[in-house]
């Protein structure tokens, strides 16, 4: 059965948890990308604009029934698993916002409402490393987030790595419009995603971050400003995602967004579902909850990450438990010297 953009979902009559020894806590997943200035500078030049442009959204990878692998128990640094949030960290002008031309549901229209969502919210440019697109240029989406290093993209599991391999020359783009980069862009140091999407691709923990190298002397978050983050909060709330999707009908240069009251996956995953009309280069864009229009900041609470080929009106993306919390943390904590 072929399946919609995005991350292909297989339908299979069971799912197979996988087995985790009694005890086990698995790290974050981590590699070191472009960790020296000489580096960095060749995976700056190495995007010209003509690139990105020419970037398209990943392949949807193989059908594999361990895309849905479940059983790992969550992990979290706080022993008692209490929910958890940071807030929004913004600068001088994403905190004034302005008020928005949105409304209380969309299922995928341009953002025009301006407010900090339009600076943390970018386009992610990588060479993918494996499988039969190895080689080609892809785009995804990510946000930045408050962080301790400053320096925190959180974006999809496939985002950064596929097919057994990590992605190459990855660059964050805040701020993306038709080509502009107003906020420069941004070089991976380290990439980090869950063990469970590392070992075996498990669509519950489709889940990434990207460490960012400092731009012309100065931290992300003191460029564009963070939005917040939470874990093991309530299911059903009303939520806002973003992204630039790039397959049609939609061409990648505008920020894009759905809203509505999210839903349990019922079929095969433990996600959570959203009505919208999103495409392919949405993948890792950020789901608001607690979302304010007119300031265009919110509690980051998952990202775009599947959807089911019959049903391409509905986006899920990963509940953040144990799992992402663990990966926020590993990424904050990150050195960039």
Not at 74 to 91: E, N, Q
Not at 291 to 302: I, P
Not at 315 to 328: D, K
Request: glycine share 10%; hydrophobic share 40%; net charge neutral.
């Amino acid at each position: 059965m072929r399946l919609a953009p995005l991350v292909t979902v297989p339908i299979v009559a069971a799912l197979l948890p996988a087995a985790v020894a009694q005890g086990a806590e698995p790290k974050p997943v981590a590699v070191a990308a472009a960790d020296t200035k000489s580096e960095q500078r060749a995976v700056e030049n190495f995007w010209t604009e003509a690139k990105m442009e020419a970037a398209k959204p990943l392949d949807a990878p193989a059908a594999s029934a361990q895309r849905f692998a479940s059983g790992a128990a969550a992990f979290l640094d706080l022993p008692d698993a209490k929910p958890a949030s940071v807030k929004p960290t913004l600068t001088a002008d994403a905190a004034a916002g302005q008020p928005a031309a949105a409304s209380a549901t969309s299922d995928g229209a341009p953002w025009n409402g301006g407010g900090a969502v339009v600076k943390t919210t970018g386009r992610v440019f990588f060479t993918v490393a494996a499988g039969s697109g190895a080689g080609r240029n892809a785009s995804c989406s990510g946000n930045a987030v408050t962080s301790a290093n400053k320096s925190v993209v959180i974006t999809a599991g496939h985002c950064v790595r596929l097919g057994g391999a990590f992605h190459k020359n990855w660059v964050f783009v805040p701020g993306y419009d038709s080509g502009e980069r107003p906020f420069g862009t941004w070089v991976a140091t380290d990439l980090l995603t869950t063990p469970q999407w590392s070992r075996s691709e498990d669509m519950n923990h489709d889940l990434a971050a990207a460490v960012v190298a400092p731009l012309d002397g100065e931290y992300l978050t003191d460029v564009v400003g963070g939005q917040g983050i939470a874990f093991n909060q309530p299911r059903g709330r009303q939520m806002y995602a973003f992204g630039f999707p790039a397959a049609a009908p939609y061409n990648g240069s505008k920020l894009t967004y759905c809203s509505g009251r999210v839903f349990d996956d019922f079929l095969l995953s433990d996600d959570l579902g959203l009505n919208c009309d999103m495409t392919g280069g949405s993948s890792g864009g950020p789901w608001f909850s607690n979302f304010n229009e007119k300031t265009g900041a919110g509690m980051l609470n998952s990202v775009n990450s599947f959807k089911y080929n019959f049903a391409s009106f509905w986006m899920f993306g990963p509940y953040f438990g144990g799992e992402a919390q663990a990966l926020y943390n590993a990424a904050q904590r990150t050195s960039l010297t």
